[in-house]
T-cell receptor, first 115, second 114 residues
Framework: DAGVIQSPRHEVTEMGQEVTLRCKPISGHDYLFWYRQTMMRGLELLIYFNNNVPIDDSGMPEDRFSAKMPNASFSTLKIQPSEPRDSAVYFC?????????????FGEGSRLTVL | AQKITQTQPGMFVQEKEAVTLDCTYDTSDQSYGLFWYKQPSSGEMIFLIYQGSYDEQNATEGRYSLNFQKARKSANLVISASQLGDSAMYFCAMRGDSNYQLIWGAGTKLIIKP
């Protein structure tokens, strides 16, 4: 089975540009999470969805960040306009609703550099 | 509030020795789960092991075991017979019944010396 697929793996952009990160969760997984990882702040949960519905977006830093999940197999995280402090690795993760242990299955991450 | 503490920012261990990575947690939930993930230099997050709060036996997965001491609120990861490929960041995480998200520790960087 394919794992969580993220694209792009690496993105270098200039300040002010729009950035769109994409995620395809594992088929059948009900939950999708977006995380950001930096050296200073570690792993931060940005938002998570259950059955395509955003449940908790309290971790989204500000209005420049938005996330959507139009269907069960696709989600996007958009930053507009991007700033240098947005440079980080962004992870998408998914999990099935009925898995008793509840571990997350992570994608390989999207490394974003904003110049 | 829930919290995970990993007090070891970094560790150096000789190859083939056993390693214990510390993790303490704080929660008011009666039922919760504890996780360990490995993040090698390539960046992906790899699930290693899970321990449920009501599990009476310590979890084991191959060379990984979780030393769960509920009264002390600790969930240390033990890696037996360490290998060079074990060099990575290791994260402890917790999920309580009150939410579906994981609370993460700051991580421990483990370096295995040949």
């Amino acid at each position: 089975d394919a794992g969580v697929i993220q694209s792009p793996r690496h993105e270098v952009t200039e300040m002010g540009q729009e950035v769109t990160l994409r995620c395809k969760p594992i088929s059948g997984h009900d939950y999708l999470f977006w995380y950001r990882q930096t050296m200073m702040r570690g792993l931060e949960l940005l938002i998570y969805f259950n059955n395509n519905v955003p449940i908790d977006d309290s971790g989204m830093p500000e209005d420049r960040f938005s996330a959507k999940m139009p269907n069960a197999s696709f989600s996007t995280l958009k930053i507009q306009p991007s700033e240098p402090r947005d440079s980080a690795v962004y992870f998408c993760a998914s999990r099935p609703g009925q898995l008793p242990t509840g571990e997350l299955f992570f994608g390989e991450g999207s490394r974003l550099t904003v110049l | 509030a829930q919290k995970i503490t990993q007090t070891q920012p970094g560790m150096f261990v000789q190859e083939k020795e056993a390693v214990t990575l510390d993790c303490t947690y704080d929660t008011s939930d009666q039922s919760y789960g504890l996780f360990w993930y490995k993040q090698p230099s390539s960046g992906e997050m790899i699930f290693l092991i899970y321990q449920g709060s009501y599990d009476e036996q310590n979890a084991t997965e191959g060379r990984y075991s979780l030393n769960f001491q509920k009264a002390r609120k600790s969930a240390n990861l033990v890696i037996s017979a360490s290998q060079l490929g074990d060099s990575a960041m290791y994260f402890c995480a917790m999920r309580g019944d009150s939410n579906y998200q994981l609370i993460w520790g700051a991580g421990t960087k483990l370096i295995i010396k040949p």
